[in-house]
């Protein structure tokens, strides 16, 4: 089992950049697959971005590509995700998500493991 943290959202205007961090506890974290999802108000949860737990793969949703990146630190137990040129559209709670030796799927039902969420808003 895994517990995850999330830090680092904040208040930013469009162009900006931010990065968060998911702090996860336990020592297998090298194993799961971890994934950044995202839900505004009055909508439902979407894909980001995620890694399969070997790091060998990653992928992102359309809308974040070329913007946003995911990475991982082992050795500090957590998984990043960099923000750039934040727009509007981009304002969200931020959740990170934890499945072992997942293959960092874009489905939000793969993972069993969350956080609590980070607040991201991007003013224009």
């Known amino acids: 089992q895994v517990q995850l943290v999330e830090s680092g959202g904040g208040l930013v205007q469009a162009g900006g950049s931010l990065r968060l961090s998911c702090a996860a506890s336990g020592r297998t974290f090298s194993r799961y697959a971890m994934g950044w999802f995202r839900q505004a108000p009055e909508k439902e949860r979407e894909f980001v971005a995620a890694?399969?737990?070997?790091?060998?793969?990653?992928n992102y949703a359309d809308s974040v590509k070329g913007r946003f990146a995911i990475s991982r630190d082992n050795a500090k137990n957590t998984v990043y995700l960099q923000m750039n040129n934040l727009k509007p559209e981009d304002t969200a709670v931020y959740y990170c998500?934890?499945?072992?030796?997942?293959?960092?799927?874009?489905?939000?039902?793969?993972?069993?493991?969350w956080g609590q969420g980070t607040q991201v808003t991007v003013s224009s």
């Open positions: 890694m399969r737990w070997s790091g060998t793969s990653k």
């Open positions: 998500a934890a499945d072992y030796q997942g293959p960092g799927s874009s489905s939000s039902t793969s993972y069993p493991y």
